[in-house]
Nanobody
Framework: QVQLVESGGGLVQTGGSLRLSCEAS?????????MGWFRQAPGSERQFVGA????????SYADSVKGRFAISKDSTKKAIYLQRNSLKPEDAGVYYC????????????????????WGQGTQVTASS
């Protein structure tokens, strides 16, 4: 069973930067083809932020974060990172890491249902 653990959340000022990490552990990780980041604000649905295809590193992003956020991966550590720059108040929330191994995972990386495992989330709070 694969486990995902996020870290790096905290309080950040508007306009600041913060990097989130997600590390995978457990057996079976090699079959995963896509990893993604989602954000959930209080009272709102979980929303797609960005994703990276494990094989070739191809990334995709929500329009709201394009040019400000960047996802990278480290294959040796089985980890992905979310570098968040020029933060806005609406970037606050709980950030979840997710991993998927089905064909849907690569075909529809923006969909919650495309992912098979989720981390517990890390809280990011914005201050002005």
């Amino acid at each position: 069973q694969v486990q995902l653990v996020e870290s790096g959340g905290g309080l950040v000022q508007t306009g600041g930067s913060l990097r989130l990490s997600c590390e995978a552990s457990g057996r079976g990780f090699s079959r995963y083809t896509m990893m993604g980041w989602f954000r959930q604000a209080p009272g709102s649905e979980r929303q797609f932020v960005g994703a990276v295809r494990w094989g070739d590193g191809r990334t995709s992003y929500a329009d709201s974060v394009k040019g400000r956020f960047a996802i990278s991966k480290d294959s040796t550590k089985k980890a992905i990172y979310l570098q968040r720059n020029s933060l806005k108040p609406e970037d606050a929330g709980v950030y979840y890491c997710a991993a998927g191994y089905r064909s849907e995972s690569s075909a529809y990386p923006r969909a919650l249902a495309s992912y098979d495992h989720w981390g517990q989330g890390t809280q990011v709070t914005a201050s002005s």
